[in-house]
């Protein structure tokens, strides 16, 4: 058995302390939906913010007081509200505006020469997240007493906030030594560690913490997460570990589940499937969660680790149209009636987050990254620029990050027809239910009782797309691959990878066995 891992790190506070785990990134509870109410609701979350502050400066010592008055001013700063306010002018939604501003301060402060003006970054981070919770109504929670914080980085208020009176400790992948929580860990003796790369860890494990040494010891079965994985293999990768499902003439077929909300992802079981399509809508209930990056990539890498070894694919925001997102009615792009990829290349300052938080995720497992709704071939070349910008400013802040397969869903009869021209996606996948409805006209309403009488003209479809894919790897994730009615037409048609809803696995899978590859029935059946 592996005894535990003791990773190296730099001591930013003497002392030893041990502790369950408290892993900072963290997926929480959904985020109540409300609408942002522009510049006024602005003013008032930082009002709120301020008042935070104050109130934790009430009895703090002299240092902590100094951490907190540099906040406040910095909230009452008017270039800040000005900088927001010029953003929110351009039809940025007033949560993407702040985000902007801020994100534009950190960035500066983590590009500079000295360190101490680098250590602030994580100040103004504490700022802009204070000010995001007091916008969504979800301001930020402790954490149990007596736990040592894992994460990238600790605010100061967060630090102050907490009752160490029961001991703890902290452990950061990245920090520094000269940081304002280093600062406050040594005043209060909290020990404290900083540096130690990233690693893997289950919430509630043990966990201790050198702060004379500069170490930390995790239990046996964690892990040191290295700067660079094993290379990923594509979405629609068709070989299944061991080659445990073959059709009856002993084709392999891949056999993955669709993910549509939090409790499905638990109820994922590596050792029989990967993740064929997660739509990431559940991710955020709100506006405030489509800008909060951490959010987004707590639950991304759970996903991810709960895969283990098994691919997953992420679907980006399908949002627009009948699918609105509460806070965000008021954007031009939103009214004039854009929906998936057009909406988020309408809007980047969307699309711009929720990479961040794909690209970091990406080095937990096996991702690869899907593109809703698209026609057009420059509108993957434009999202995959995005990506690539957002990986070089990762790449400037040591972030780690990792650049995932981009495909595309296969849910535009204009695209399926097209598909050969679509050069820069790395897999297809079919997306049967707007395919369904775009193809026989049908309102969202009257899909259901249209499937049945346009399944011909949807399986005709799909059949000469996938000639069209010209040997990238192609899946199909809609309902249409969840009845074993069509598996006969799907599999003549050459598709080799289907996603199903969990229930519909069991069924999918008995029929794949009785059929042969062309889709006959197998001998006997």
Known sequence: MAGPLRLKAKSASPGIASGPAFLAERPGAPAAPRTAGGYAALE???????????????????????????????????TIAEATGARMETDANVVFAWVATLDAYIG?????????????????????????????????????????FVGKDMEP?????????????????????????????????????????????????????????????LQAGSMLIPPLAPAQAPAGDTQTAGGELRTADGVPILLSININEPAEIDALDPTTAGVGLMRSEFSTASVADAANEERQLAIYRRVLEQAGERPVTIRMLDIGGDKPLAGLEDLPALASGLRGIRLLLAQPEIARVQARALLRAAVFGRLSVMLPMVTFPDEIDRMREIFREEAEKLGRRSLLHRMPPIGMMVEVPAAA?????????????????????????????????????????????????????????????????????????????????????????????????????????????
């Open 44 to 78: 008032k979350a930082i009002d709120i913010s301020i008042g935070e502050l104050a109130r934790l400066a009430e009895g703090a010592d002299a240092e902590s007081r100094d951490i907190i008055d540099f906040q406040i001013e910095v909230l009452r700063d008017p």
């Open 108 to 148: 500066e402060l983590e590009a500079a020469d000295e360190e101490q003006m680098r250590a602030r970054a994580v100040d103004i981070l504490d700022i802009k997240n204070r000010v995001l919770g007091a916008l969504a109504g979800t301001p930020i929670a402790d954490f149990p007493s007596g736990s040592v």
């Open 157 to 217: 208020s967060r630090f102050l906030a907490h009752d160490w009176s029961n001991g703890g400790g902290i452990a950061l992948f990245a920090g520094s030594t000269a940081g304002h929580v280093a600062l406050l860990a040594r005043a209060k003796s909290v020990p404290m560690v900083v540096g130690t790369g990233r690693f893997s860890a289950v919430d509630g494990d043990p966990v201790s913490v050198d702060g004379n040494a500069g170490a930390v010891v």
């Open 417 to 525: 027809l097209m598909l050969d021209t679509f050069g820069s996606a790395a897999f297809f996948s079919f997306g049967t239910n707007d395919l369904t409805q775009y193809l026989a006209a049908s309102a969202r309403e009257d899909v259901d009782a249209d499937a049945g009488k346009a399944a011909p003209a949807v399986l005709r479809l799909i059949a000469e797309a996938v000639k069209l894919a010209a040997g990238k790897p192609v899946s199909i994730c809609g309902d249409m691959a969840g009845d074993p009615s069509y598996l006969p037409a799907l599999l003549a048609a050459g598709l080799r990878h289907f996603s199903v809803a969990p229930a519909r696995r069991p069924a999918i899978r008995s029929a794949i066995i009785g059929l042969n590859a062309d889709g006959t029935r197998a001998a006997g059946e």
